[in-house]
T-cell receptor, first 110, second 118 residues
C-alpha cells in the first residue's frame, strides 16, 4: 500500500536550535514535497524535489533547507529555528495526478 | 500566479442536511489545471477526497461530489445528506497542469472547517 511516513509526529524545539523533519515514501515516486499548514493560510509549499540529489525552492523557502539523499527520503531542515516556524508540516510524494500526504509533524518552537 | 479561494472558514450543518462548500480558482496558465478536494479528519493526515482533471467533468467520493466549471472557475463541494463523521477540514486545491512543465505542485485554499451536529 502506498505510504508516506513522517517523523517525528510531534516536536518541541528551542529558538536558535536545529530541527530536522524526516519523510519516507514507499511509493517509488520521483517527486516529493514539503508544505506547512497554518490557520488562515491553508498549505504552502516550502521545498520540493524531482528525485535523489534534487531540491527546489517552493513558495516560502526562507529559513528552510531540504535534502533528498535517496528516492525514498526527503528531509526538511531548520538550521536556526524561530517561533514563526511553529506550524504543522506535511510531506507528500506523487505526481500531478494526486500527491499522497503523510500524517503531518506538529512543530512548536519556543 | 495561481490562487484558490474558499469563502467559508467554517460551516455548521445539522446531520442529514445538505452541504455546499464553495471553491473558486484563478490561474495565469493557459492550460487547464487539475482540481482536487482534500480532507483532514481530526487526528489524521491529509487525504485525497476527489479529483477532476477534465473541465466539465464531475468527481465523486464518499457521497461528496464536485463539478469542474471552467466558465465560472469554480469547483464547489456538495453532499446531499451529511453525517456527523463528515466533520473535518476540507481543502480545495489546484495544480498538475496537463501541459507544459508540470511539477505536480499544488496551490491550496485556506480550508473550510465543517462541523456536523446531530
Amino acid at each position: 500500500e502506498a505510504a508516506v511516513t513522517q517523523s517525528p509526529r510531534n516536536k518541541v524545539a528551542v529558538t536558535g536550535g536545529k530541527v530536522t523533519l524526516s519523510c519516507n515514501q514507499t511509493n517509488n515516486h520521483n517527486n516529493m514535497y514539503w508544505y506547512r499548514q497554518d490557520t488562515g493560510h491553508g498549505l504552502r509549499l516550502i521545498h520540493y524535489s524531482y528525485g535523489a540529489g534534487s531540491t527546489e525552492k517552493g513558495d516560502i523557502p526562507d529559513g528552510y533547507k531540504a535534502s533528498r539523499p535517496s528516492q525514498e527520503n526527503f528531509s526538511l531542515i531548520l538550521e536556526l529555528a524561530t517561533p514563526s516556524q511553529t506550524s504543522v508540516y506535511f510531506c507528500a510524494s506523487g505526481t500531478n495526478q494526486a500527491p499522497l500526504f503523510g500524517e503531518g509533524t506538529r512543530l512548536s518552537v519556543l | 500566479g495561481d490562487s484558490v479561494t474558499q469563502t467559508e472558514g467554517q460551516v455548521t450543518v445539522s446531520e442529514s442536511k445538505s452541504l455546499i462548500i464553495n471553491c473558486t480558482y484563478s490561474t495565469t496558465s493557459i492550460a487547464y489545471p487539475n482540481l482536487f478536494w482534500y480532507v483532514r479528519y481530526p487526528g489524521e493526515g491529509l487525504q485525497l477526497l476527489l479529483k477532476v482533471i477534465t473541465a466539465g467533468q464531475k468527481g465523486s467520493s464518499r457521497g461528496f461530489e464536485a463539478t469542474y466549471n471552467k466558465e465560472t472557475t469554480s469547483f464547489h463541494l456538495q453532499k446531499a445528506s451529511v453525517q456527523e463523521s463528515d466533520s473535518a477540514v476540507y481543502y480545495c486545491a489546484l495544480g498538475g497542469f496537463n501541459t507544459g512543465a508540470n511539477t505536480g505542485k499544488l496551490t491550496f485554499g485556506h480550508g473550510t472547517i465543517l462541523r456536523v451536529h446531530p
